[in-house]
């Protein structure tokens, strides 16, 4: 903004304070000139007014009327030319400016008003050059933020330092706001109503309002056409253009990081993808090198495969976010935080697989796969959900090593057939909860012993030679205890299925 003082020293005699001392640093919007008995109705308030004083020069009552006028239209500035009409300053108008709080300057004699109007556009030109230059560096500052690791940190204090005022960034994830300064804390809470406004209307625009006596502009930060945040802003003075050029700046960069992270999201998202895929497939070697261009940890050694599927009428997003409210037997251990942090999440057809870490520190306390008698199910506490309840089903395997996975998965598959909506079962119940009793009735009984008989008999693939010799018994008694043990589970241990539910039983009992 140019001042009636800079303006001044610009024309030096061409332009003179009416009283000894310099122009007061009053601010001037622009420069008018008029003869008018009352000019206001051409004034926006703000303008050094050039006159002649033919409005006032007849009386001082003229005068003061004519000062007041202009004091009611917020034009505190007035240039007053000699010449035909007044050779010398009134000392009635020199009190009419006074009584009115009117700076009064004169133009001698033989200046052109068009002196006066060319000086301001002059200063005009040189201030918007260095606010240009001015914003130019703010612009370039703020760019070199946005590469930093802490970019939206940086980029938001550097944005409220530029304005003289406070800015805040709040995510639409779970990710904490950020604002600058600390005092912008306080206003917060209003702008997470006024962003929830947005987003429920759908505003692509930028909205301004009131928070505790500070006018706001909340910008929404775009990806694309998905809104990632939104920007509030509070300016300690009137934004100029460069400021909101400035502003401007700070969202297109902040839409940038905001489309980085969806990006990196994304690729994250494929590279788990494809590790879990290798996982379940039978390929932890691979799955390992997957994994370390996504960046993720050294894969576990044991996992629980959680495999659900959702109905017609619920997305991908609202099913794996039921999953920790779904009802399940008591003897499930409570996966909520392993689905909130699982990376590794595979979709094939119409089921989704989650491969979730077994926890380290409790190695050999696999859950039993089916409550034990007299267990009721009870629910998880759930989150609300809107009307309808979403329509999905869930499976939990027991622990399993890496390399055991393939072999579950058929088995998960067809538990997860028999499985209702709003549940989360154990992996198989008939099935694989069978096969842990089988182990029990093996190793209690008491005549022989048919546990090791029939890990030999299974490791061998039923050849009776191998078998016997490596338990140090003839093969008729391998024979006779294998008859029994088929007679007291009720199963054939030729049976593929039966017999790989029992050799994973038995390789659970025996780590």
């Known amino acids: 903004m140019i001042t009636l003082l800079q303006l001044g020293t610009e024309l030096g005699a061409e332009f ?7 122009f007061r640093a009053l601010p001037v919007s622009g420069v008018h000139v008029s003869e008018l ?14 006159t002649t004083g033919m409005p006032f020069a007849a009386s001082a009552e003229a005068s003061r ?29 020199v009190e009419a400016c006074d009584q009115a709080g ?12 068009q002196n006066i109007s060319r000086a301001y556009w002059r200063l005009a030109s040189r201030d918007q050059e260095s606010n240009l230059m001015g914003s130019l560096g703010t612009q370039t500052a703020l760019a070199r933020a946005a590469v930093r690791p802490d970019a939206i940190n940086a980029v938001v204090r550097g944005l ?75 300016a300690g003075r009137k934004p100029t253009k460069a400021d909101r050029q400035i502003i401007m700046t700070a969202c297109t960069l902040l839409s940038l990081r905001a489309r980085q992270r969806e990006l990196a999201a994304s690729t994250h998202q494929a590279l ?26 050294s894969l576990p050694s044991r996992v629980r495969i959680l495999v659900y599927r959702a109905g017609a009428n619920t997305d991908a997003a609202t099913a794996l976010h039921a999953l920790p409210s779904l009802q399940r037997p008591a003897a499930l251990p409570d996966i909520s935080a392993a689905v909130e942090e699982c990376q590794l999440h595979y979709q094939g057809g119409s089921e989704n697989y989650l491969v979730l870490p077994e926890p380290a520190e409790h190695p050999g306390t696999d859950a039993p796969l089916a409550p034990p008698a007299g267990s009721t199910t009870e629910p998880m506490a759930r989150e609300p959900f809107d009307s309808p309840a979403p329509e999905v089903r869930a499976v939990l395997s027991h622990p399993l090593n890496l390399a055991e996975i393939p072999a579950n998965l058929p088995a998960l598959r067809h538990a997860l057939d028999a499985v209702p909506v709003g549940t989360m079962a154990p992996s198989s119940p008939g099935f694989d909860a069978s096969a842990e ?75």
């Open 437 to 511: 009793t089988w182990v029990t009735a093996l190793a209690e009984y008491p005549r022989a012993d048919l546990l090791s008989a029939a890990t030999s008999y299974l490791r061998h693939r039923g050849h009776w030679e191998e078998a016997s010799r490596e338990l140090g018994i003839h093969r008729n008694s391998l024979r006779h205890r294998i008859s029994v043990a088929q007679d007291v589970l009720g199963i054939d241990l030729d049976d593929p299925d039966a017999a790989a539910s029992l050799w994973l039983a038995l390789r659970r009992t025996q780590k």
């Open 37 to 50: 008995e009352d000019p206001t109705a051409y004034l926006d308030g703000g303008e050094l007014l050039l």
């Open 160 to 234: 409220a330092e530029a304005l003289k005022g406070w800015a805040a960034y709040l995510s639409v994830d779970a990710r904490p706001a950020t604002c600058y300064p600390a005092s912008a804390e306080a206003f917060l809470d209003e702008l997470r109503r006024e962003s929830m406004r947005f987003r429920r209307n759908g505003m692509p625009a930028a909205s301004t309002f009131e928070v505790q006596g500070h006018e706001v502009v909340l910008y929404p930060i775009l990806s694309g056409t998905r809104i990632q945040g939104y920007l509030g802003v509070s």
């Open 102 to 113: 009117i700076e009064l300057g004169i133009v001698p004699d033989q200046i052109p008003f």
């Open 65 to 93: 009327a004519y000062m007041r006028r202009l004091q009611a239209k917020k034009v505190f500035a007035l240039g007053l030319g000699l010449g035909p009409w007044l050779r010398a300053v009134p000392e009635h108008v």
């Open 16 to 22: 003179l304070p009416a009283t000894a001392g310099t």
């Open 272 to 297: 788990s993808a494809a590790t879990a895929k290798l996982l379940l497939h039978g390929q932890p070697e691979a799955a390992r090198l997957v994994g370390e261009d996504a960046g993720l940890d």
